[in-house]
C-alpha cells in the first residue's frame, strides 16, 4: 500500500512566523501536492511537483512556497504566517490519476 | 459557476436507507474519482472511473459521459458510512485535477 505521512496533524503557530509543513510519499511517485481545505471551498490546490526541484503554482499559491529536494519529500512553507491560513493543509502523491493523501495537517495561525 | 458540482450537500439517512450522491461537470475529463473523508481529515479513494459503473461492497459508482454526470450509491446504509463523500475529476487535455465541495452524509442508528 502507498503510504503518505505528514509531518505533524495538528499545529499552532503566531502571526509572522515561518511555518514547515512536511510530506513524504513511499511509492516513487514523480507528481505530489499540496492542497488546503476550507467548509465551502473543498480542496484548492496550492503547489505541486512533477519532478524533483520541478514546481508549478496551483490555483492559489500566494503566501505559500514549496521545496522539493528529494523525490519522497515535498515542503510546503509559510513564509510568514498569517490568521487566513487556518486551514487543513492536505498532502497527496499520484501516479496514473490514482491520488493518495496524507492524514491532513490542522494548522491554526493566532 | 464550479467546475464540478455536487448534490445534496448535506444528507441525513436512516441506517438501512438507499443513499445517493450525485455528481455533475462541466469539463472535458479522463477520470473520475469519488473520495471519502472521515472527521480528522483523511482521505481515502473509493472508485475511479472512466466509463460505465464499479461496484465495491455495498458502495456502487456509476458514470455517464454523455451527460456528464456521475452518482455514488450506498446501500443498506451504516452510521459507519458517516463521512463527506467528494467528486473529483481529472481534466482532459490540461494536467488538472478539480474538486467538487463535498456531501456531508449522516446515517444515524
Known sequence: DVKVTQSSRYLVKRTGEKVFLECVQDMDHENMFWYRQDPGLGLRLIYFSYDVKMKEKGDIPEGYSVSREKKERFSLILESASTNQTSMYLCASEQGYEQFFGPGTRLTVL | ?109
Open chain 2, 1 to 109: 459557476k464550479n467546475e464540478v458540482e455536487q448534490s445534496p450537500q448535506n444528507l441525513t439517512a436512516q441506517e438501512g436507507e438507499f443513499i445517493t450522491i450525485n455528481c455533475s461537470y462541466s469539463v472535458g475529463i479522463s477520470a473520475l474519482h469519488w473520495l471519502q473523508q472521515h472527521p480528522g481529515g483523511g482521505i481515502v479513494s473509493l472508485f475511479m472511473l472512466s466509463s460505465g459503473k464499479k461496484k465495491h461492497g455495498r458502495l456502487i459508482a456509476t458514470i455517464n459521459i454523455q451527460e456528464k454526470h456521475s452518482s455514488l450509491h450506498i446501500t443498506a446504509s451504516h452510521p459507519r458510512d458517516s463521512a463527506v463523500y467528494i467528486c473529483a475529476v481529472w481534466t482532459s487535455g490540461t494536467y488538472k485535477y478539480i474538486f467538487g465541495t463535498g456531501t456531508r452524509l449522516k446515517v444515524l442508528a
